[in-house]
């Protein structure tokens, strides 16, 4: 056993989707400090590029700009991604969105956007990547599929986000039916459940993390430390056993 590379993910190929800030940037971040390199989209051109710009001060970051939402979004994005690279080692499925309304309120198109995000794109951008997933990889060294969910999908808080609940909840499970399947292939599929951590979704915990902290067993919100520490784990040698699982980085706030 060599301890000293069982977190080593140098030399791999990522994609990260949404990976212009909040979570995606943590984690392509970590990826490209890590010696990984790492392609991330948003939907914006501006922050996209600015964002590849910013991380290739640490290695190589590529930005790909573009919508990946639905079936025909993943299409797209897997095209994108396939005419740079022939594999692909890592693929963090992280963009998502979120629509809060009261229940006699809530919309059809606050559903189906959230939904397709949320849910459809992991699927299918997975489906159109499995080739170059499978291509390197080997039972001894998995290729990684990592979902983004959130603990909303495991256990219900306050706001009345209908749609982001069922999609992170429908996303966890999602995980263990790919996974079963995928593994066939050497393709290890898991998840992370994030909790309260600063970005543009959970601008609580951005601009109020004293007051949400107050709220969190560990007294304290997220960094990119935890998310980074979580991401590596799943997508290094490390985390090759962990097949469907997912987890939950939340400072214990999921048990109260």
């Known amino acids: 056993m060599k301890v000293d590379e069982l977190f080593s993910i140098r030399g791999r190929t990522a994609l990260v989707t949404g990976g212009s800030r909040g ?4 984690i392509a971040e970590g990826f490209v400090r890590s010696g990984v390199k790492v392609y991330i989209s948003a939907r914006k051109a501006g922050p996209c590029e600015e964002t ?3 991380l290739s001060a640490y290695g190589t970051c590529v930005a790909l700009p573009l919508d990946a939402s639905g079936a025909e979004g993943a299409r797209k994005m897997a095209e994108s991604y ?9 693929l963090v499925n992280n963009a998502g969105a979120a629509w809060g309304a ?5 919309p059809e198109s606050g559903w189906d956007k959230v939904m397709d995000l949320n849910v459809k794109t992991p699927f299918f951008l997975t489906q159109a990547l499995h080739s170059a997933l499978k291509t390197n990889a080997t039972p001894a060294r998995p290729s990684k599929v990592i979902n983004i969910a959130s603990i909303d999908g495991v256990s219900v ?19 263990k039916r790919m996974a079963l399947r995928l593994i066939r292939d050497n393709i290890a599929v898991s998840a992370i459940a ?4 600063p970005s543009e979704m959970n601008r609580e915990a951005r601009d109020h993390g004293d007051a949400t902290a107050e709220r969190i067993p560990s007294r304290r919100i997220g960094t990119i430390e935890d998310m980074t520490g979580a991401a590596i784990y799943l997508a290094s040698r490390a985390g090759n056993y962990i097949v469907g ?3 939950i980085v939340d400072g214990g706030v999921t048990w109260t």
């Not at 009261?102 to 809530?106: K, L």
């Open 194 to 197: 994030p909790g309260a951590f």
């Open 52 to 54: 590849a710009r910013e």
């Open 23 to 26: 979570i995606g940037k943590m």
């Open 157 to 175: 808080n306050r706001q009345e986000t209908y749609s982001y609940a069922a999609s992170k909840s429908g996303l966890i499970h999602l995980t």
């Open 245 to 247: 699982s997912t987890l």
């Open 102 to 106: 009261e229940f006699d309120e809530f």
């Open 82 to 90: 396939l005419a740079h690279e022939r594999t692909l080692d890592i």
